[in-house]
């Protein structure tokens, strides 16, 4: 009969340590193919490779992940759906002025995705999803039109509050966020390849979210504007 101690150290022996990489496996499969597909492309990439990759069988990968498909839009689904989930969370309980919130979320957002190799996906999305509609779709679902519907939520908040003037929402939300997915595109095309080329994208994402904050900004009243006028 085993002991109260002897007992004690089975439960946290190796059992629990299998069970502990067990439910680790899924998120290390995640980020050997998001490497692996951001350094080869997604239709260059084997299954296998990613199971090579995260040290695992093909038979233990298709456990979790029956195709490459399922792979792809796992990692859309936990590393860039999550962040807007996120932020729209945040949104939610914001009590403060619209610009504070948009330059805190858009910020944290983009800069945590920039410095990630999630940057990637965008890549892999422009260049390779019109040979895989079902991915173009997915990602349409839970990472376009979210997050285009959160960025619109937040102009129309100040707007309504009249901390930002009238503006068009849909050439406003993709003002916002074109720039910083070319900011992506380029992390992982020039700037991967000509030292030259690379930039610091962490100042480009501040800057560009304060440029446009500016261009938000309500006009000044007619009389003040009149006076600054007269002034020059």
């Excluded at 990439?45 to 498909?69: M, Q």
């Excluded at 610009?99 to 995705?113: A, G, K, N, S």
């Excluded at 129309?156 to 939300?173: K, M, P, T």
């Excluded at 994402?205 to 900004?217: N, Q, S, T, V």
Aim: hydrophobic residues 40%; positive net charge; aromatic residues 6%.
């Amino acid at each position: 009969m085993k002991s109260p101690a002897s007992a004690r150290t089975t439960a946290t022996g190796p059992a629990s340590v299998r069970q502990r990489r067990k439910e680790a496996r899924p998120q290390e499969l995640l980020a050997a193919a998001l490497e692996l597909f951001v350094e080869r492309g997604f239709k260059a990439t084997r299954s296998e490779d990613v199971a090579a990759r995260a040290g695992v069988s093909k038979g233990t990968l298709y456990l979790y992940y029956p195709s490459k498909e399922d792979l792809l839009k796992a990692v859309i689904e936990h590393r860039v759906s999550s962040e807007i989930a996120a932020g729209a969370a945040e949104a939610a309980n914001f009590q403060g002025p619209t610009d504070e919130l948009l330059r805190t979320i858009l910020t944290q957002w983009w800069q945590r995705i920039y410095d990630s190799p999630v940057s990637g996906v965008f890549k892999i999305i422009i260049t390779e999803v019109r040979n895989f509609p079902e991915i173009a779709e997915f990602h349409r679902r839970v990472v376009v039109e979210p997050g285009q519907r959160l960025v619109g939520q937040l102009l129309q908040r100040g707007i309504d509050r009249g901390e930002f003037r009238h503006v068009d929402l849909h050439s406003a939300v993709h003002s916002l966020i074109f720039p910083m997915i070319m900011a992506c595109l380029h992390k992982h095309s020039l700037g991967a390849c000509i030292p030259e080329e690379r930039m610091d994208g962490k100042r480009f994402i501040r800057d560009h979210i304060e440029l446009m904050l500016r261009g938000l900004a309500p006009s000044p009243p007619a009389g003040r504007r009149k006076t600054v006028a007269g002034a020059k």
